[in-house]
Every structure is written in structure tokens, then in C-alpha cells.
């Protein structure tokens, strides 16, 4: 594995969890962000929408950590929801695909479009970023999305999992596909010692107004 290929942000990624951070906390409090992570002069310009790598892991996970830490306890909800807007980030920049997606969903089990929406975060990884190694779980009929050299805790030490921007994108991108709240928990994280990061789907809590 390249490690040095691992240990970088594409643009577009970054890109898309910049325009996310500056939906849900605004201009200003983006900017206060960039500033506190050291970051202000490197984000001064929105990266280009390419698949270059000129931003180090290190930067990205410190932008989300310093996050968390500004927000104190309010840190992990504020980064689901950034995870959340980044979903419909990414969705805003494929029309087509979602129209398609949602026809093809159209007749299938809320179970089939989990694995579906799981697949297709996969599949979009793998593109993204091909040297990442990035699968689903099937145990015992509990899906799982598991992922090596996760970016969002790169470099972090912490007693619980932090990837909180994961489990809200993915959560959203599910209630997106069933018109159900899903809650998605992170069981593993490389953050804590372990080898993954490892996002289960747990059951639907109850049916939201999404169609
Ligand atoms: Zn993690």
C-alpha cells in the first residue's frame, strides 16, 4: 500500500466537507475554523473540483478535530450534520445518477437499498481513492461499512470512536434511500486502536417524512 498516496486529500473530497462546513457553521464560522486549525492561509480558496491530492491527511483531520474540540460536547452532533450536508453536496453533483438510483430503488426492500446506498459509497471511495482498501459486511443480515486508512481520524488518538462526519453522511445517505431514520453507530475506529473504521446500519427507529 502507498502510504504516501493514503496520506492525502483528494481536492474534490476536500472540497465538498468545505462547502458542508460552510452551510452548517456559515462564513464566519468556517473562517474562525480555518483560523484556529492554522489553516486560514492553506483554505483561502475553495480547492478545485480534481481528483489532485495537494492537501495532507493531517491537515483534513485537524480541520475536523478542532472542530470537535471548538463545539465541546455539541462537537459530535455539529459533525454529524456537516457528514449529512456533505451527502447532499455530493448528490447536488449527480443528477443523473440520483435520478436513476431513486428509479431503480423504486420497487426494492429498505434492506436492498441500504446495501445499495453502502455499495455506492464504496464504489465512489474505490474511485476516489484507489489504493484505499474500503468493503461491506454482511453478518448475520446486519450491514456494515468498513474502511482502512479512514481520513476523518487520520492520526488521532482517542477512548471512543470520532467519526462523526461518517456516520452522519451515511445515515443520510440511507434516509435518503428508504425514507426512514436509520441510526448508523461507528463499532470500530482506527482512532482507538483498532485496524478499521467499521459503521453498522442498526434498525429504523421510525419513518421520516422523507419520500
Ligand atoms: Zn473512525
Redesign the pocket.
Known sequence: MDRENDAAVANAHFRQTLLAIRQVLGEKGSKDIYQSAKLDVKLAALPPDNLDRTFKAQDYAQLLHTIEVTYRERGPWILHRIGKESFHIVLRDQPSWMATAKRVMSLWSPDQRIEFMLEAIIDAQRKTYPQTEVWLEDKDGQLAYIEQS?L??YGRQSQE???YL?TGFISEAINWATGKEFEVQ?T????TGDAY?RFIVETAKHQSNVT
Open positions: 479512514c476523518v481520524c470512536p470520532v467519526c461518517t461507528e470500530a475506529c482506527t482512532a473504521c
